[in-house]
């Protein structure tokens, strides 16, 4: 039983990062039908270029602040400038498959330039542990689940909440409609190209102490978010979110409990089963898009 | 003019044969090791272009379906069956469960289908990397023999090259036939428009099914093809990367054109042989010539040649149309 909470603990802080990551994926599907099938490689990317700044004898806390801005540059407007926008024309699939090519260009690129080995990270969060209620909790863990909370919420309310959200929800669910009552639509699009970008630097920023920079990583984080946002429900950001906390559980309750080796397996036949009985997924609603 | 071309092609198309039949003849070992690869991949490909070009359904999960059939004949041959009966179980393997992974196809939308496709490709890699008793796991599977084709044996490099083309002669033929079939044409209905396609009395649950088990089985064929090729075999060259390569293969060739496969396969085999001087950075060139290209034209190389094919076309007639039309202005 007590062994279970910690599963949970540990579980709801990988599943906070993956919805971090998983509502970027939506975000970018909502307002301009993209499938980033390099969302993984957005995640692995942000890491190295704290790292290749710090190499060059920065602060780590320069170093994020200048890997975030690098992040939004690169991933955000240059993905979509020059990517996105001329794919777009071209459909749906086209562009899902331009984006499986950059996943490997973004991969070859950091192995070559950067290293084929996996490199340490530091932790935001102190290493250590405090004992709750009783219980021995992992720093860490708290502290990356706190900080994807706040980023949760204040997205939440930033698209629930302000103007500049309610015209992306707009813009999500008819850009026609919103052209017309004057919501500037390429502003918003693009301004989700930047949260995206923001949310995977920060998830980047969270996960990579745990699991290391890896120029491969990518692969994992990016199933583990695609599994969240179909799971959750594709056409929402409460659904992503649900979604990567509930792969981040599941997944770490099929470590202890199902056979090491067919661990990874798990996620996947519960998105084969969602797909199967429930394609809106678990809190989406069928044919109906909202951010 | 249409007879010409129709001649022309014809004797490209031999010229074509007869060059894959003789100048491979003093190639060296690993040349006709990579030409062969490059027979069975197109197969693989081949198949994807059904599945993709023609009936217009997403799969990632192409190099699974390569994966067993490679299993099926590397554990029959090895237990001393002949490949003919792996070649068997493979095709009904693979045509089994690519049309229980359609299912899906039928309820939802495209992108949807490429995650199940992508979560049955990383689970088909979990079986072959974890069932030890069947696949040896990450020892892999060692000594596959090389089979004997109407008497000839095809341990040498290029007796199994022949053995290889001539498959993918067949396969060829047999897809060539299907695409012009009523089923060919009921698959592109299905992919242009599939309500008009079902109005027109076009069972599409049964074609879009149909599209994905035949596409799975020519992945099954490839598959049986490569174990005794390679005579080794272990989960890794089947994970979630082949598929994605064998995809980018048929985007690249040109998806939908009976020849984007065999141009495909061909830029991803033997490019980066060609490609070796750049060393580490061929995969990043080609990533990035890939997203160029399907910038420029979705359809792949062969898409470029067909709409300048198609403008030079609409030229040639407009100048005919324009000289008939003066003449009728000047007649009498």
């Known amino acids: 039983m007590s062994n279970l909470l910690d599963l949970l603990v540990a579980g709801l802080a990988t599943g906070a990062i993956y919805a971090l990551v998983a509502v970027g994926f939506t975000l970018l599907w909502q307002t301009s039908q993209t499938i980033n099938f390099a969302q993984g490689e957005f995640v692995m990317l942000p890491a190295f270029l704290m790292l290749a700044v710090m190499h060059a004898g920065a602060p780590f806390w320069l170093a994020i602040i200048l890997g975030i801005l690098l992040s939004l540059l690169l991933l955000g407007l240059g993905f979509k400038l020059l990517l996105v926008d001329p794919m777009l024309r071209h459909?749906?699939?086209?562009?899902?498959?331009?984006?499986?090519?950059?996943?490997?260009?973004?991969?070859?690129?950091?192995?070559?330039?950067?290293?084929?080995?996996?490199?340490?990270?530091?932790?935001?969060?102190?290493?250590?542990?405090?004992?709750?209620?009783?219980?021995?909790?992992?720093?860490?863990?708290?502290?990356?689940?706190?900080l994807a909370i706040a980023v949760v919420i204040g997205l939440t309310a930033l698209l629930n909440r302000t103007s500049i959200g309610h015209q992306m929800q707009a813009t999500a669910q008819n850009p026609t409609v919103a052209r017309i009552i004057g919501v500037p639509v390429e502003r918003m699009?693009?301004?989700?190209?930047?949260?995206?970008?923001?949310?995977?630097?920060?998830?980047?920023?969270?996960?990579?102490?745990?699991?290391?920079?890896?120029?491969?990583?990518?692969?994992?984080?990016?199933?583990?978010?695609?599994?969240?946002?179909?799971?959750?429900?594709?056409?929402?950001?409460?659904?992503?979110?649900?979604?990567?906390?509930?792969?981040?559980?599941?997944?770490?309750?099929?470590?202890?409990?199902?056979?090491?080796?067919?661990?990874?397996?798990?996620?996947?036949?519960?998105?084969i089963v969602i797909i199967l009985f429930r394609p809106q997924g678990l809190l989406g609603r069928p044919e109906e898009r909202t951010v | 003019m249409t007879a010409t071309g129709k001649y022309l092609r014809i004797v490209l198309g031999i010229a074509v044969i007869a060059a894959l039949i003789v100048v491979p003849m003093n190639f060296n070992r690993y040349g006709l090791y990579i030409l062969s690869q490059w027979a069975v991949m197109t197969i693989a490909a081949m198949g994807l272009n059904l599945t993709l070009g023609y009936a217009g359904q997403i799969s990632l999960a192409q190099?699974?379906?390569?994966?067993?059939?490679?299993?099926?004949?590397?554990?029959?041959?090895?237990?001393?069956?002949?490949?003919?009966?792996a070649l068997a179980v493979a095709i009904v393997l693979c045509f089994a469960i690519g049309w229980i992974l359609g299912y899906p196809a039928l309820r939802v939308q495209h992108h949807y289908l490429a995650f199940v496709t992508l979560a049955f490709s990383t689970l088909a890699f979990?079986?072959?990397?974890n069932e030890d008793w069947l696949t040896k796991g990450i020892y892999g599977i060692s000594n596959i023999p090389r089979p004997n084709v109407m008497g000839f044996a095809t341990n040498r490099p290029l007796p199994f090259y022949y053995?290889?083309?001539?498959?993918?002669?067949?396969?060829?033929?047999?897809?060539?036939?299907?695409?012009?079939?009523?089923?060919?044409?009921?698959?592109?209905?299905?992919?242009?428009?599939?309500?008009?396609?079902?109005?027109?009395?076009?069972?599409?649950?049964?074609?879009?099914?149909?599209?994905?088990?035949?596409?799975?089985?020519?992945?099954?064929?490839?598959?049986?093809?490569?174990?005794?090729?390679?005579?080794?075999?272990d989960p890794v060259p089947f994970n979630l990367s082949?598929?994605?390569?064998?995809?980018?293969?048929?985007?690249?060739?040109?998806?939908?054109?009976?020849?984007?496969?065999?141009?495909?396969?061909?830029?991803?085999?033997?490019?980066?042989?060609?490609?070796?001087?750049?060393?580490?950075?061929?995969?990043?060139?080609?990533?990035?010539?890939?997203?160029?290209?399907?910038?420029?034209?979705?359809?792949?190389?062969?898409?470029?040649?067909d709409r300048y094919l198609a403008e030079r076309r609409t030229k040639v007639a407009s100048a005919l149309r324009a000289v008939a039309k003066s003449r009728l202005e000047t007649a009498p």
Do not use: H
């Not at chain 1, 991969?107 to 209620?133: N, T």
């Open chain 1, 91 to 146: 459909g749906v699939l086209p562009l899902a498959i331009a984006t499986m090519a950059l996943a490997i260009g973004m991969k070859e690129a950091v192995k070559q330039f950067f290293s084929a080995e996996a490199s340490p990270f530091p932790s935001i969060v102190p290493a250590g542990d405090v004992s709750i209620l009783g219980r021995v909790v992992s720093l860490q863990s708290l502290g990356v689940l706190a």
């Open chain 1, 189 to 271: 699009i693009l301004l989700t190209f930047l949260i995206n970008a923001f949310l995977v630097a920060l998830a980047s920023l969270l996960i990579t102490p745990i699991y290391l920079a890896k120029f491969s990583s990518g692969e994992v984080l990016g199933q583990a978010a695609f599994i969240a946002a179909i799971v959750g429900g594709f056409n929402q950001v409460r659904g992503a979110i649900a979604g990567g906390l509930l792969i981040g559980v599941v997944d770490n309750l099929a470590a202890a409990y199902v056979s090491t080796q067919y661990r990874a397996a798990v996620p996947l036949i519960l998105l």
């Open chain 2, 63 to 85: 190099g699974a379906f390569v994966g067993i059939g490679a299993y099926a004949a590397a554990i029959m041959t090895t237990q001393g069956m002949p490949l003919i009966a």
């Open chain 2, 126 to 129: 979990l079986v072959f990397r």
């Open chain 2, 163 to 233: 053995f290889c083309l001539g498959s993918l002669g067949i396969v060829s033929l047999a897809m060539w036939w299907l695409i012009r079939s009523p089923w060919g044409r009921a698959f592109v209905a299905l992919r242009e428009n599939p309500v008009r396609a079902l109005s027109l009395g076009i069972d599409t649950r049964r074609y879009t099914l149909m599209a994905f088990a035949i596409g799975s089985a020519l992945g099954g064929v490839a598959g049986t093809l490569y174990a005794p090729l390679t005579q080794y075999i």
């Open chain 2, 242 to 305: 082949l598929s994605l390569d064998l995809l980018m293969m048929v985007i690249v060739g040109g998806s939908g054109f009976f020849f984007g496969p065999f141009l495909g396969a061909m830029i991803a085999v033997l490019l980066p042989e060609w490609l070796r001087f750049t060393q580490g950075y061929y995969l990043m060139l080609y990533a990035v010539a890939v997203m160029l290209l399907l910038i420029y034209s979705p359809t792949g190389i062969l898409g470029i040649l």
